[in-house]
Protein backbone atom coordinates (compact mmCIF):
# COMPACT_ATOMS: atom_id res chain seq x y z
CA UNK A 1 0.00 0.00 0.00
CA UNK A 2 1.12 3.45 -0.93
CA UNK A 3 1.29 6.21 1.77
CA UNK A 4 -0.83 8.81 1.88
CA UNK A 5 1.05 11.88 3.36
CA UNK A 6 -2.45 13.80 4.51
CA UNK A 7 -3.85 10.86 6.65
CA UNK A 8 -3.26 10.92 10.24
CA UNK A 9 -2.59 7.26 12.73
CA UNK A 10 -5.59 5.51 13.07
CA UNK A 11 -7.66 2.95 13.62
CA UNK A 12 -10.40 1.71 10.45
CA UNK A 13 -13.47 -0.09 11.87
CA UNK A 14 -15.32 -2.35 9.06
CA UNK A 15 -17.95 -4.91 8.58
CA UNK A 16 -16.80 -8.39 6.63
CA UNK A 17 -19.68 -10.37 4.40
CA UNK A 18 -21.15 -12.42 7.94
CA UNK A 19 -21.67 -8.50 9.26
CA UNK A 20 -18.77 -8.81 11.55
CA UNK A 21 -16.30 -5.90 12.81
CA UNK A 22 -13.13 -5.94 12.71
CA UNK A 23 -10.40 -3.33 13.26
CA UNK A 24 -7.21 -2.20 11.17
CA UNK A 25 -4.56 0.07 12.52
CA UNK A 26 -2.36 2.31 9.87
CA UNK A 27 0.10 4.88 10.87
CA UNK A 28 0.62 8.13 9.25
CA UNK A 29 -0.09 8.33 5.88
CA UNK A 30 -2.11 5.18 5.82
CA UNK A 31 0.69 2.72 5.94
CA UNK A 32 -0.66 -0.79 7.78
CA UNK A 33 0.29 -1.82 11.14
CA UNK A 34 -1.68 -4.51 12.30
CA UNK A 35 -5.29 -5.77 11.92
CA UNK A 36 -7.33 -7.65 14.43
CA UNK A 37 -7.28 -11.15 14.59
CA UNK A 38 -10.44 -11.96 15.54
CA UNK A 39 -13.99 -10.82 14.79
CA UNK A 40 -16.35 -9.25 16.58
CA UNK A 41 -20.03 -9.47 16.77
CA UNK A 42 -20.94 -5.20 17.33
CA UNK A 43 -19.22 -2.23 17.24
CA UNK A 44 -18.78 -1.82 21.19
CA UNK A 45 -17.07 -5.16 21.16
CA UNK A 46 -14.60 -4.30 18.52
CA UNK A 47 -13.91 -0.94 20.47
CA UNK A 48 -13.14 -2.91 23.15
CA UNK A 49 -10.77 -5.12 21.05
CA UNK A 50 -8.84 -2.45 20.05
CA UNK A 51 -8.99 -1.03 24.13
CA UNK A 52 -7.48 -4.42 24.88
CA UNK A 53 -4.91 -4.57 22.38
CA UNK A 54 -3.38 -0.92 23.22
CA UNK A 55 -3.48 -2.06 26.48
CA UNK A 56 -1.48 -4.94 25.89
CA UNK A 57 1.01 -3.55 23.62
CA UNK A 58 1.77 -0.55 25.85
CA UNK A 59 3.39 -3.47 28.51
CA UNK A 60 4.56 -5.84 26.64
CA UNK A 61 7.64 -7.77 25.91
CA UNK A 62 9.57 -8.76 22.95
CA UNK A 63 10.35 -12.66 22.25
CA UNK A 64 13.15 -13.32 20.11
CA UNK A 65 12.08 -16.58 18.76
CA UNK A 66 15.09 -16.99 16.67
CA UNK A 67 17.26 -17.11 19.59
CA UNK A 68 14.66 -18.26 22.11
CA UNK A 69 15.08 -15.30 24.66
CA UNK A 70 13.68 -12.11 25.48
CA UNK A 71 15.17 -9.33 23.82
CA UNK A 72 15.12 -5.91 26.80
CA UNK A 73 16.20 -3.42 24.42
CA UNK A 74 14.59 -4.68 21.39
CA UNK A 75 11.73 -1.73 21.94
CA UNK A 76 14.61 0.93 22.74
CA UNK A 77 16.62 0.88 19.70
CA UNK A 78 15.90 3.04 17.03
Known amino acids: MQAIPDYPRQFILSTDTRNRWRWFLFDD ?26 GIAQGAAVW ?15
Do not use: H
Not at 29 to 47: H, N, Q, S
Open 29 to 54: GMKPVARAFTTYRTYDACIEGIRQAV
Open 64 to 78: DAELQRWDEQALARE
